[in-house]
């Protein structure tokens, strides 16, 4: 019998996947914590890794309960790849592993640079980033060097917001500090078509919608442009009101949107239509 214990916790304050991205993007400003356990021993544990700048994080999927052999990359063309050529959570045993900055140590706290792991997530152990053995640059990576060489070219959609989408954004970004704008330009410049991971989907209505963590984007895609609408919470007003659902992410920041804009219109008066089918959906 195998038995695992995590040694610590991480604190990001990233509670949404949607938040935390699929690779740690190293010029973000961002700064986090690890939390070890107490009274286990592991400040002795810690002696000497303040000499390292970075350290590899394994640690567990603890949002999946399930795997798959065959599994859609939220990155490139929706096509299904073996889970072991993946860097998937859905694996028979949910283990991830990262490569972080390490700025500094104080007691049991670790400070790390920009990491892609969601608060709370269960650390199992610590090891040392050696570069003369854990890089190897010119090694071939599959199908990863086809999909980074087309990824390396400028984004094919050009993404804009409508008057009342950019209200939206901007009263969410003012008034609540959420602001997923940067990501979703990011997705939707690189393939608006529908994509199960991606969280893109095609309404009855004939527009497109994608899951921005608690939230939803409607947009349209007329050839290389696209245009998001309207910004709408990903719960509808009777599940939030609901007694338990306090943990719902979001929740005050939903219920006072909706109160504001309790009705998106499907297509503003200052919008044009911009529905056709995406050309690169079928690819």
Request: net charge neutral; glycine share 8%.
């Amino acid at each position: 019998m195998l038995a695992l214990e995590p040694i610590g916790y991480i604190r990001t304050g990233k509670h949404l996947k949607f938040a935390a991205l699929h690779q740690p993007e190293e010029a973000a400003p961002e700064s986090h914590v690890l939390e070890m356990q107490p009274g286990r021993g592991y400040q002795d544990g810690l002696r000497d890794l303040d000499g390292f700048s970075r350290i590899w994080l394994i640690w567990w999927f603890h949002k999946n309960t399930s795997w798959r052999p065959m599994v859609l990359p939220p990155r490139g063309p929706a096509v299904r790849r073996g889970v072991f050529a993946t860097r998937s959570p859905h694996r028979p045993n949910p283990l991830g592993i990262t490569p972080v900055q390490l700025r500094r140590i104080d007691g049991l706290l670790l400070h790390l640079g920009p990491c892609d792991l969601i608060d709370g997530t269960p650390i199992f152990d610590i090891k040392p980033y050696i570069p003369a053995y854990d890089s190897f640059p010119s090694e071939p990576a599959g199908w990863i060097d086809s999909l980074d060489a087309a990824l390396a070219a400028p984004p094919p959609f050009v993404v804009s917001l409508s008057p009342l989408a950019q209200a939206q954004a901007d009263w969410l970004q003012s008034h609540w500090e959420i602001d997923f704008q940067p990501r979703l330009a990011q997705l939707l410049g690189r393939d608006p078509s529908p994509h199960r991971t991606r969280r893109i989907k095609r309404a009855a209505d004939g527009l497109l919608s994608i899951g921005c963590g608690a939230w939803r984007a409607h947009f349209a895609v007329l050839g290389s442009a696209v245009q998001v609408l309207f910004l709408e919470p990903g719960f509808p007003l009777r599940f939030l009101h609901r007694p338990g659902r306090e943990a719902v992410p979001d929740l005050a920041a939903q219920l006072a949107f909706l109160e504001r804009w309790p009705a998106a219109a499907p297509l503003p008066p200052s919008s044009p239509q911009m529905v056709e089918e995406n050309p690169r959906e079928a690819t």
